[in-house]
């Protein structure tokens, strides 16, 4: 490992270790708001970023920011993270991505009870992260979910499922098989065949759904002693790519039966801390399906803690302060976006990448109105802030080189930290 911004224990007040945190956060904005949510409400933060380029490396409320030179699926990186603790003395592991979590909660009898892991138990973690469980849990529960099943034995059967149809990875935290797409779709044989040509080695981990209509809605819940202590819910208004994408541009809402359906789901497979629900909502009819639970922060973090969902910081307090722990007003109608990705969104629209299906191609000058329109003050920025403007330079810099891309890392997983080495 090696550090990007010096760790200097002259400026390190905190002593009180537990109000020390090393956050798992990548180089994005979703890691960026939760370095900032923890300090603004008074604590120390050490981040682990994926290059110098990190924007939580740049912030001003990160106190160091290091490198790990081990890929995270190796003996060394876990040894790497051991030694980072030791010599930073923090009382806490908070990861951001899913893999993390699932490397972490492996050895989490090596630095627990001593320094808290906010990861999920492994037994939640495992039923939150398995499509065909929670596929099955749906139907039980009465939560709406579409008809589906593996591309294996789908293509045994195709008259199984009526086109179109939606491809997504079955069990992303595994070595191998996953998709190169968060999705992607179909409308005839002749597209089933090329999709199926990209993942015919590991066919049995993609699942294969019929295609409803509608946007992806987020709900991001903090549950506690099997509570939801409080939710936040927005719904995504721009993609990257086009045809199943991260939300680039999103906006804050509150969709009452999709937050009930993602308690009830958190509670069915014992969830404990921090966790998202990820829907496919049509406005113009009020119908959703539940797509996937996601048990860690999710994309939209800066809309959420913008909108005033203090995420992380209430995440650390459910452990360390949970009599301190308070609901807060949460903001309706506020809408953010990742200028790069929402940039790539714009070139991705003009140049006629593929949409979902159903969905209207805007025309270039609307296109690029759009876009401009989203460049005032009443749409936020995910890393522009007034008192810590660094992160957003650095972030112009690398949407520069990035531009006319068709894909967009909004959580920073650790897949892109080891293409990296």
């Known amino acids: 490992m090696y550090a990007v911004k010096p760790f200097i224990q002259e400026k390190i007040k905190e002593k009180d270790r537990r109000r020390r945190v090393l956050a798992i956060v990548g180089d994005t904005q979703v890691g960026l708001w939760v370095v900032r949510n923890l300090a603004m409400n008074g604590l120390t ?26 890929p995270a699926y190796s003996p060394g990186f876990i040894d790497e993270i051991t030694e980072l603790v030791n010599l930073l003395d923090v009382g806490s592991i908070m990861p951001v991505a899913e893999g993390y979590h699932n490397v972490l909660i492996d050895v989490r009898d090596q630095f627990e ?37 593996c591309l294996d034995q789908f293509m045994s059967d195709k008259k199984a499922l009526k086109f179109p149809l939606v491809f997504r990875t079955r069990r992303q935290n595994i070595q191998g098989g996953q998709a190169p797409w968060k999705a992607a779709y179909a409308e005839d044989d002749v597209q089933l065949q090329k999709v199926y040509d990209q993942v015919r080695d590991f066919a049995d981990n993609i699942i294969v759904q019929e295609y409803c209509p509608g946007a ?112 807060t007003k949460y903001r309706l109608g506020l809408r953010s976006r990742i200028l790069g990705g929402d940039a790539n969104w714009m070139i991705g629209m003009i140049r006629g990448d593929q949409l979902p299906p159903g969905q209207a191609r805007l025309g270039k000058i609307e296109t690029v109105l759009r876009f401009l329109w989203n460049c005032f003050p009443w749409t936020k920025d995910d890393a522009f802030m007034l008192r810590d403007p660094k992160p957003f330079m650095v972030d112009f810099m690398q949407m520069v080189k990035k531009l006319g891309a068709q894909g967009h890392d909004i959580i920073g997983n650790p897949e892109s930290q080891d293409r990296a080495h």
């Not at 994926?50 to 790990?68: D, E, F, I, L």
């Not at 990861?119 to 709406?144: H, I, N, W």
């Not at 906006?251 to 993602?262: E, G, K, V």
Request: glycine share 8%; net charge negative.
């Open 45 to 70: 933060v050490h981040c682990i970023v994926k290059s110098k380029y990190g924007q939580p490396a740049h912030s001003r409320y990160s106190s160091s920011a290091w490198v790990m030179e081990s």
């Open 113 to 149: 009870p001593d320094v808290h892991l906010f990861s999920p138990a492994r037994e939640a973690f495992d039923k939150a992260t398995d499509k065909d469980y929670m596929q099955e849990l749906c139907q039980k529960l009465g939560v709406p979910v579409a008809k589906g099943m």
């Open 216 to 327: 992806e809605d987020h709900v991001q819940v903090m549950m506690y002693k099997g509570e939801p202590l409080m939710v936040g819910d927005y719904i995504g208004e721009h993609h990257m790519p086009l045809a199943g994408g991260v939300t680039t541009q999103r906006i804050s809402c509150c969709h009452q039966p999709l937050i009930d359906d993602a308690v009830k789901l958190f509670k069915a497979i014992g969830y404990e801390g921090l966790g998202g629900v990820q829907y496919h909502y049509d406005p113009e009819t009020d119908k959703y399906i539940f797509l996937e639970i996601n048990p860690r922060f999710i994309g939209g973090t800066p809309t959420l803690i913008m909108a005033g969902f203090n995420t992380s910081f209430l995440f650390w307090q459910s452990h360390f302060e949970p009599e301190k722990m308070k609901k």
